[in-house]
């Protein structure tokens, strides 16, 4: 009942509603509409009440099931959330904890691909992965759909041409996550947000930014980049790329880059966008360090809502952040797992929504997440 608590929390600070939780995906474009599914034309809203348009699956007996689960690395903060929610909640469905075998991928599509192999050759029931790499799904999907076993993806979403492939070949596999473009216009909509008289501190008429990339095969990390942005242009900004870096989501290899960034650019630096929170907590050490003060003479966004990152936003020393609902898009996993394992069956795309959260909310899904 976690969700729900979240969701009452929540509402009280949302002054925009959109149908939230976990759905079907439609037709993409070019930005993120009011559900999952992007529209164009409409902006995305704060996520309210995600646990109402769900329908979860009944729990039961699969304490026989053998469920085998990738994670693309353990050390992701995000994803270490993400498992280990997963795994309570298949617990609370039924499922036996030995029967639960969660791998890490350790960032290594080899290591991966073989514990896929040793889970085949297992014979589990069903699979839930997490990819190193969302460019090797087609062969993921041909290996685990040729040995006759379901397949949920989570958090790195396959490419279009590769969902469309599981649908015209009906096969039992389906993506469960957030959509990364709506995450991205939520970083630059809180920037918007406070004004370009405030933001624009050297008073140029333009912002300018560097921004901390993810993993540059991951959609999220690309969208999040390119939708942080056009949030600003949108907006009738006029934007300065002063710097473009590569991360990994990592916070020490973040701090560094920053930290070289600042040395380099100073105080033009007004916006710092990262890809995610870890990132950004990196990015707030080399801030610190070089004496600049975040609110004040710099502006800082991540994506995840990771405990110190929303402690961060509440004392002010981040401008916002975007939950990244592992709670939601974790027990959708397993919904559309035992779905696949009763019949039942699934959307070839299962979405969920992120929330903006700003100093006006961060306190709410603290206590929420906690």
Not at 13 to 23: F, K, N, Q, R, S
Not at 153 to 164: A, G, L
């Amino acid at each position: 009942m976690k969700k729900k608590v979240l969701a009452a929390l929540l509402s009280v600070a949302m002054v925009a509603t959109l149908l939230a939780g976990c759905g079907s995906k439609e037709a993409p474009a070019e930005a993120p509409a009011e559900t999952e599914a992007p529209a164009e034309t409409e902006e995305p809203a704060d996520a309210e009440e995600p646990a109402e348009t769900e329908a979860p699956a009944a729990s039961g007996d699969f304490a026989d099931k053998k469920v085998g689960v990738c994670i693309y690395q353990f050390s992701d903060n995000f994803m270490t959330l993400f498992r280990t929610e997963l795994e309570n909640y298949l617990i609370s469905l039924g499922f036996a904890k030995e029967n639960i075998t969660i791998q890490d991928g350790q960032n290594d599509q080899g290591t991966q691909s073989n514990q896929i192999d040793a889970f085949i050759n297992d014979k589990v029931d069903v699979l839930i992965i997490n990819p190193v790499n969302s460019s090797s799904a087609e062969t993921i999907t041909d290996k685990v759909v040729g040995a006759g076993i379901p397949l949920v993806y989570i958090n790195r979403e396959p490419d279009e041409s590769e969902e469309q492939r599981w649908a015209d070949n009906n096969w039992d596999v389906t993506y469960v996550g957030c959509d990364a473009r709506q995450s991205g216009t939520m970083q630059g909509e809180m920037i918007v947000d406070l004004g370009l008289e405030k933001v624009d501190l050297n008073g140029d008429g333009k912002v300018q930014y560097i921004m901390i990339e993810g993993d540059p095969e991951n959609v999220d990390a690309k969208y999040r980049t390119e939708f942080s942005v056009k949030a600003l242009t949108d907006a009738g900004w006029e934007v300065e790329q002063l710097d473009d870096q590569v991360g990994n989501w990592d916070q020490v290899k973040a701090q560094e880059l920053v930290s070289n960034a600042l040395g380099q650019h100073g105080e033009k630096i007004e916006v710092v966008f990262c890809n995610n929170d870890a990132m950004a907590l990196g990015a707030l050490q080399a801030i610190d360090t070089a004496g600049r003060k975040v609110g004040e003479d710099i502006f800082l966004v991540g994506v995840d809502a990771l405990s110190e990152a929303l402690e961060n936003v509440i004392n002010g020393t981040m401008t916002g952040t975007v939950f990244n609902d592992h709670i939601s898009q974790s027990h959708s996993a397993a919904d559309a797992a035992v779905n696949y394992l009763t019949g039942a069956g699934n959307e070839h795309y299962i979405g969920c929504d992120y929330v903006k959260v700003t100093t006006e909310n961060a306190q709410e899904v603290l206590d929420s997440v906690k």
